[in-house]
């Protein structure tokens, strides 16, 4: 699985990088046993240039799997935590999306009604 992250507004720094990838590791094995094509876009940054108080770091994630889109976006004051945040509402999104495909997997067969 391919992740690319950018920064918009701020330098994209080691730490950063690091972060993101950690906190990846659980998309990554939750997609990876069923597409190991699949892309995940992060993107980190300010919103503005000219606030300094108030959620103006932002994060966006967009999760390409299996033709489908799994997309977050989140502002707060620290940027850790809108990533933190994002990547729970991806993942949220990604175990729903497998619980429904389960669930249709074990309908009963429609000359069994």
Do not use: W
């Not at 503005?48 to 999760?63: D, F, S, V, W």
């Not at 991806?90 to 669930?103: F, G, N, T």
């Amino acid at each position: 699985m391919e992740i690319k992250i950018k920064a918009t507004a701020i330098e994209l720094t080691d730490a950063i990088r690091q972060y993101v990838d950690e906190r990846m590791e659980s998309i990554v094995k939750l997609v990876d046993e069923y597409d190991s094509a699949a892309m995940v876009e992060v993107e980190v940054g300010k919103s503005t240039q000219h606030h300094n108080k108030g959620p103006y770091m932002r994060a966006e994630i967009n999760l390409s799997f299996l033709g489908n889109l799994f997309r977050a976006v989140e502002e707060r004051e620290d940027l850790y935590e809108a990533i933190d945040v994002c990547k729970d509402e991806v993942r949220r999104q990604l175990v729903e999306h497998k619980d429904r495909a389960k669930d249709e997997q074990r309908a009963p067969r429609p000359d069994k009604e």
